[in-house]
């Protein structure tokens, strides 16, 4: 399955909204949207991940990548995510640098 990509920023927030399966085969794509956020200078990156079946090490990659462009001084959410992609991201550590929620209000 593909993955689909939607970029939103709005009162200084950039929401990030993945669907499908994020793997080496598209990480890129997920990249180029991550630097276009990054961009726009916001205080907030906010990922959906609610209908993201599979993320590869290669979407843990640009996971990193997305906090290291972002900045310390912008918080990124990962929002949504299944119970296997969370526990994928609490076994890297990964979880200390991201905010992990339910909802985003």
Do not use: C, W
């Not at 640009?62 to 310390?72: C, I, N």
């Amino acid at each position: 399955m593909a993955l689909d990509l939607t970029l939103t920023v709005e009162n200084e927030i950039a929401k990030i909204t993945l669907a499908g399966e994020l793997d080496g085969s598209n990480a890129a794509d997920f990249k180029t949207k991550i630097e276009e956020a990054a961009a726009a200078e916001p205080q907030k990156l906010v990922l959906y991940m609610n209908d993201l079946e599979f993320m590869a090490s290669a979407g843990l990659r640009v996971l990193v990548f997305s906090k290291q462009k972002m900045g310390a001084g912008v918080d990124v959410y990962v929002v949504g995510a299944d119970e296997m992609i969370i526990e994928t991201i609490e076994k890297t550590g990964l979880h200390h640098s991201l905010i992990i929620q339910e909802t985003f209000a």
